[in-house]
């Protein structure tokens, strides 16, 4: 007795990506530099990650305390971008 091959079984059915880590190289410039207290990081995360998803790493921070990334500006506010805090 033969079986029938069920449907999308076979050696050419689709699989899913594998989501691999990359590590990337961030340098600080000028002020960014002297706030991160170093000219360069290394970070870890998955290949699919942005820039825009690289810098959310980086802990804001408005008129001296910490801010979700949608909080709104006013004018004078203060804003700075600190490095992520590794523990020890």
């Known amino acids: 007795m033969l079986l029938a091959p069920s449907p999308g079984a ?6 899913p990506p594998v989501s691999q ?5 961030v340098l600080f410039f000028g002020r ?3 706030l ?8 870890e995360f998955s290949d699919a990650t942005t820039i825009e998803q690289l ?12 801010a979700p990334w949608d909080t709104p500006l006013r004018s004078g506010d203060e804003v700075a971008f ?6 020890g």
């Open 55 to 66: 810098f959310a790493l980086y802990v804001a921070s408005r008129n001296q305390e910490f």
């Open 32 to 34: 960014l530099k002297e």
């Open 10 to 15: 076979g050696y050419n059915s689709p699989v």
């Open 36 to 43: 991160a207290g170093r000219a360069e990081d290394s970070v």
């Open 21 to 25: 880590t990359i590590r990337v190289t």
């Open 82 to 87: 600190l490095p992520p805090v590794s523990g």
